[in-house]
């Protein structure tokens, strides 16, 4: 049975920096460490500050926004990686395997930096709008003049895929590569190695324009290959991509119930109830008897959540240690999660339907959802008919303010519909806010 091996899935290999490789070098930083310290300066990175996670962003209590989210995926996955990797040392003590395995904590913790970069505005509703914009909306008009895979790109729309783009494209004035990141840290982000055509639940890996550069990543790590040639491309997972899942999952789901207290959607008997389940008896007990020293209903909630992290992380990290085979055969299903014990498995699952009972359908959700929907689709319709008709006077003066690393005047049509989706999933709940008022001249100021 083949199976992908450690000293090949852990390469400092820079995209797009091939020629300028060496792999010997030393130095205080790895070049798994520059990938998250180049990601902690990028532009991308800092907007996640004003990208909504599922509330609406800060008024009087702060929430969890993009970045914050993802500044805390980057922790927990760090501590599940360094704990994966000192197990796996272990395992492969005096084998060549042995050495790759110390980069691990230095590779997840970047890519879970990374895990949202491709996200529009207005958490997952923004998506949604995009992918329904040519699904439902205006953009149905550009079926019949676009490739089959391209369509699928348009209508599948997933943030995923877009963050791999994000870190790859060579955008006008930028350098090949895009952000120039080791081979093993783009292949741990993809949590979907296929391509669109092969989309299920609207999740897939990389678009159309991506596929080659995909390919050639994989190609390098020696991913396992799941398509025959001609077919719709499909890998198996990079191995650490279960990793970054892991504490992305963990982190959205107790964070999302933290701020639901915080903002009095969830009691403090809910979050309670549903957070003392991932515990036996005895350690229940003891975290009552040190939560009956504070008054504080939110930090009681606060060290309940630490609890919680931890035991997860824990349970995550025995699972794939005992699954490591067949994670690296390709034969793993479902997620880290699905092969925790069944205490913690359930405790997760009373988590998780606490938030969509009561979390995901409360009003001020909602409302994001529908303002980030009229938002990003009257965008959408302003820009595409802009890029379709470019010689009107209206669009010579939209598409001059848009920026000149979106290349709004491809040749193809599908170069110039994707310049326009790069352009409006960058943007920030707020800018976006701000050039939908302006566009309707709701912010304008003229002087008498």
Not at 102 to 131: M, Q, R, T
Not at 194 to 221: C, H, I, P, Q, R
Not at 305 to 328: K, N, P, Q, W, Y
Not at 332 to 351: K, N, Q, V, W, Y
Request: glycine share 6%; aromatic share 10%; hydrophobic share 40%.
């Amino acid at each position: 049975m083949e199976k992908m091996q450690w000293q090949r899935l852990i390469s400092d290999k820079r995209f797009g920096l091939e020629d300028f490789h060496e792999p010997d070098r030393r130095g205080s930083r790895t070049d798994f460490r520059r990938d998250y310290d180049r990601l902690v300066f990028s532009s991308p990175f800092r907007r996640l500050q004003n990208k909504t996670q599922v509330f609406p962003l800060p008024g009087a209590i702060f929430v969890h926004n993009r970045l914050t989210h993802s500044l805390e995926v980057s922790s927990v996955g760090k501590s599940l990686a360094d704990s994966i990797s000192g197990e796996l040392r272990r395992r492969y003590a005096g084998s060549p395997e042995a050495e790759p395995l110390n980069h691990l904590g230095d590779i997840v913790s970047a890519a879970c930096l990374a895990h949202d970069l491709g996200n529009p505005p207005f958490g997952h509703s923004g998506e949604k709008a995009i992918s329904t914009f040519f699904s439902e909306g205006a953009g149905r008009s550009l079926r019949d003049s676009l490739a089959s895979r391209q369509w699928a790109d348009l209508v599948h729309f997933e943030g995923n895929a877009n963050a791999f783009r994000v870190l790859t494209h060579q955008f006008n004035g930028r350098r090949p590569g895009g952000f120039a990141m080791t081979y093993s840290m783009l292949a741990s982000i993809v949590k979907y190695p296929f391509e669109s055509m092969l989309a299920t639940k609207n999740k897939f890996g990389f678009f159309t324009t991506e596929v080659a550069d995909f390919e050639k990543v994989a190609a390098e790590l020696g991913m396992l290959r799941l398509s025959a040639p001609g077919e719709p491309v499909r890998y198996a997972r990079h191995p650490l991509v279960y990793i970054v899942e892991a504490a992305d999952d963990i982190c959205y789901e107790v964070m999302d119930i933290e701020d639901a207290h915080k903002l009095r959607i969830l009691t403090t008997a809910e979050v309670t109830d549903a957070l003392l389940s991932y515990f036996d008896p005895d350690r229940r007990d003891h975290m009552c008897a040190v939560m009956s020293r504070v008054a504080d209903p939110n930090e009681k909630v606060a060290y309940m959540r630490s609890c919680v992290v931890g035991i997860l992380v824990d349970a995550c990290a025995r699972a794939f240690i005992d699954a490591e085979d067949d994670i690296l055969a390709g034969r793993m299903t479902g997620s880290l999660l699905d092969h925790i014990p069944e205490r913690e498995r359930a405790g997760f699952a009373a988590c998780n339907d606490l938030s969509w009972s009561k979390i995901y359908c409360a009003g001020d959700v909602v409302d994001i959802e529908l303002a980030g929907n009229r938002i990003i689709t009257f965008l959408l319709e302003k820009l595409i008919d802009a890029v379709l008709h470019p010689d009107l006077n209206y669009s010579r003066l939209l598409l001059s303010k848009v920026p000149e690393q979106y290349d709004v005047r491809a040749d193809s049509l599908y170069g110039r519909v994707q310049a326009v989706l790069d352009h409006v999933s960058a943007m920030t709940d707020v800018y976006a806010l701000d050039l939908y008022r302006r566009l309707n001249g709701f912010s304008l100021r003229l002087e008498s």
